[in-house]
Nanobody, 130 residues
């Protein structure tokens, strides 16, 4: 069974940093792509970044460039999202998701963030206070 579990969320002051973790199990980690998403209250879900389990080539949406860094530890089957210079508007539930090989092989990273993810975690709440 594919499982994705996010951790590391919490309350942080504006300007602070947080590192989210996404622990994956139940599939061959190297063959998948993992993405980070967020959904703020009253807003649509937004794709932030994704990374291939094998190539380790990161992709960032415009909203994530400069302040967010995605990384991967294959030995731990874990993907991280380092967030810096956080702003109140970064307050959201953050999700990680996984795209299977058949989709990864035929889909651009941008498209993966839009519709390529098949498996989702339950999310981690990040609250940034002003």
């Amino acid at each position: 069974e594919v499982q994705l579990v996010e951790s590391g969320g919490g309350l942080v002051q504006a300007g602070g940093s947080l590192r989210l973790s996404c622990a994956a199990s139940g599939f061959t980690f190297d063959d998948y792509a993992i993405g980070w998403f967020r959904q703020a209250p009253g807003k649509e879900r937004e794709g932030l970044s994704c990374i291939s389990g094998s190539e380790h080539s990161p992709y960032y949406a415009d909203s994530a460039k400069g302040r967010f860094t995605i990384s991967i530890d294959n030995a731990k089957n874990t993907v991280y999202l380092q967030m810096t210079s956080l702003k109140p508007e970064d307050t959201a539930v953050y999700y990680c998701a996984a795209a299977p090989p058949i989709i990864v092989e035929t889909t651009t990273p941008e498209a993966l963030l839009k519709y390529g993810m098949d498996y989702w975690g339950k999310g981690a709440l990040v609250t940034v206070s002003s």
